[in-house]
């Protein structure tokens, strides 16, 4: 069973705040990825990271930022949440060693922007 | 731009039956997986399919790759109410970097 951790499941806030939704794993992946997910559709690819201090935007351009200060640990920060970000955020991490590995997913942050 | 395609995109069966999800993409890759999401669950990994002519089966569900083609298919064996799900495939599109299809929703009937 994968190790990999996001807080909170659910968060419901108002327009204007700023948010962080954390994303940590226990395995020691290197590859980290994040995917924005609206009900019922395909997942997208926001961010990626292939190790510490490294960061890059996926295939969906998003307003959100990310850091990898540690292994374990890739947040998703937004600075000014606005309703066209409410969706469904997954974190996810592969192990670089094997190859063709798959990527082992979160249970989600289902954000709501009010 | 790679694209990912999957048919049907709604699938409402009868226990028993079986039915095949097809998956097609639009660019080389020899590195396909197929995921299962439940209703506002997150996603659980099904299958690693890493060559041309690979053939994964477990329980009622056997998925293919025709690399050639670009299509994978998801084989469904006498359809049971448990695997009402929705299903991705997702194409690697280098660094183990996912694009996904946009998911078949299946339902099995009673």
């Known amino acids: 069973e994968a190790d990999i951790y996001q807080t909170p499941r659910y968060l419901v806030i108002g327009t204007g705040k700023k948010i962080t939704l954390e994303c940590s794993q226990t395995m020691g992946h290197d590859k980290m990825y994040w995917y924005q997910q609206d009900p019922g559709m395909e997942l997208h690819l926001i961010h990626y990271?292939?190790?510490?201090?490294?960061?890059e935007k996926g295939d969906l351009s998003s307003e959100s930022t990310v850091s990898r200060i540690r292994t374990e640990h890739f947040p998703l920060t937004l600075e000014s949440a606005r309703p066209s970000h409410t969706s469904q955020y997954l974190c996810a991490s592969s192990d670089p060693g094997q190859v063709g590995t798959e990527a082992f997913f979160g249970q989600g942050t289902r954000l709501t922007v009010v | 731009e790679l694209k990912v395609e999957q048919n049907p995109l709604f699938l409402s069966m009868q226990e028993g039956k079986n039915y095949t999800i097809y998956c097609n993409y639009s660019?080389?890759?020899?590195?396909l997986y197929w995921y299962r999401q439940d209703p506002g669950k997150s996603l659980e990994s099904l299958f690693v399919?890493?060559?041309?002519?690979a053939v994964k089966q477990e329980g009622r569900l056997m998925a293919s790759l025709d690399t050639k083609a670009r299509l994978s298919t998801l084989h469904i064996t006498a359809a049971v109410h448990d695997l009402s799900a929705t299903y991705f495939c997702a194409v690697d599109v280098g660094g183990s970097r996912l694009t996904f299809g946009e998911g078949t929703q299946l339902t099995v009937n009673p």
């Open positions: 399919l890493l060559s041309n002519g």
């Open positions: 660019t080389t890759s020899d590195r």
């Open positions: 990271s292939y190790g510490v201090n490294s960061t």
